[in-house]
């Protein structure tokens, strides 16, 4: 059974950072591209980034290029996202998914982790 579990969200202060986890089981990560979602309070889900099986990078939007970045663990399964500089227009519910070639048609989803930037 394909499942993905984030974990890692919390109440963080404007300017800190957080690290989300994406554990994969049922199939092997290092031959899917995976991509983070987001969805906040009262706006559509919203990619934000995504690895492919190259370990290349795509941004889907401009907002958070240098200040998130994504990479994996392929013998934990695992694909991170490091968010640093955060700002209360992060909050939002993040999601991680398979994500074909990165071109933003997720397939498989995790269940979302809480990220909330806050004073």
């Known amino acids: 059974q394909v499942q993905l579990v984030e974990s890692g969200g919390g109440l963080v202060q404007p300017g800190g950072s957080l690290r989300l986890s994406c554990a994969a089981s049922g199939f092997t990560l290092d031959n899917y591209a995976i991509g983070w979602f987001r969805q906040a309070p009262g706006k559509e889900r919203e990619g934000v980034l995504c690895?492919?099986?190259?370990?290349?990078?795509?941004y889907y939007i401009d907002s958070v290029k240098g200040r998130f970045t994504i990479s994996r663990d392929n013998a934990k399964n695992t694909v991170y996202l490091q968010m640093n500089s955060l700002k209360p227009e992060d909050t939002a519910v993040y999601y991680c998914?398979?994500?074909?070639?990165?071109?933003?048609?997720?397939?498989?989803w995790g269940q979302g982790t809480q990220v909330t930037v806050s004073s």
């Open positions: 998914a398979t994500d074909l070639l990165c071109s933003g048609l997720p397939h498989y």
């Open positions: 690895i492919n099986s190259s370990d290349v990078t795509t």
